[in-house]
């Protein structure tokens, strides 16, 4: 069965550092894994996805993620925070039996301050 | 095209009022999605569709929370009736199912919903 763990419930960084965000998966096929970012009174918008072609994917707004299957993860990262990253972050992985039905992670609230 | 439709945006009822949310997924997808999203709970699937078949229905709380997908372009989710701790933003996503697709589900912008 397919799992995600997010490390890190709320995460908070300086407006111009690094950007980390930790995600874990358990999957008995071969990982479809995607962040999707939810702002304020928003809906989940999709980041970027990996779907087996390169494990460097580039997302939208700077954001990227490696896939490392040695370490089952898939952690986004940015280089330098802006205070409209600010939102909640949520990693998930495809499920299986097809449908496409996606299992998330907790979420990880990412602030950034002056 | 316009996205993942819902309605209404805001809901306000009282308890024991039947409320009913509506969806209309992206043209050509055929999978739909009903999540709830709490702060205690977090984004919970409740049920979803393919080619307007429930498939999975095992999230949804109580029988009290009915959905129903009548056609390829429309979706209802019901609760009746309502209670207090059934409030939350109710979610609608869909995705396409064809082969060689990627697994994405398109988020409408939700429905929030409060029971007094």
């Known amino acids: 069965a397919q799992s995600v763990t997010q490390l890190g419930s709320h995460v908070s960084v300086s407006e111009g550092a690094l950007v980390l965000l930790r995600c874990n998966y358990s999957?008995?096929?071969?990982?479809?894994l995607f962040w999707y970012v939810q702002y304020p009174n928003q809906g989940l918008q999709l980041l970027l996805k990996?779907?087996?072609?390169?494990?460097l994917v580039k997302g939208i707004n700077g954001f990227e993620a490696e896939f490392k299957k040695s370490e089952t993860s898939f952690h986004l990262t940015k280089p330098s925070a802006h205070m409209s990253d600010a939102a909640e972050y949520f990693c998930a992985v495809r499920g299986s039996g097809g449908y496409n039905k996606l299992i998330f992670g907790a979420g990880t609230r990412l602030a950034v301050h002056p | 095209d316009a996205g993942v439709i819902q309605s209404p945006r805001h809901e306000v009822t009282e308890m024991g009022q039947e409320v009913t949310l509506r969806c209309k997924p992206i043209?050509?997808?055929?999978?739909l999605f009903w999540y709830r999203q709490t702060m205690m709970r977090g984004l919970e699937l409740l049920i979803y569709f393919n080619n307007n078949v429930p498939i999975d229905d095992s999230g949804m709380p109580e029988d009290r929370f009915s959905a129903k997908m009548p056609n390829a372009s429309f979706s209802t989710l019901k609760i009746q009736p309502s209670e207090p701790r059934d409030s939350a933003v109710y979610f609608c996503a869909s995705s396409p199912t064809q082969a060689g697709d990627r697994g994405e589900q398109f988020f409408g912008p939700g429905t929030r919903l409060t029971v007094l």
């Open positions: 043209s050509g997808h055929n999978s």
């Open positions: 990996y779907t087996s072609a390169a494990t």
């Open positions: 999957s008995s096929v071969p990982p479809y």
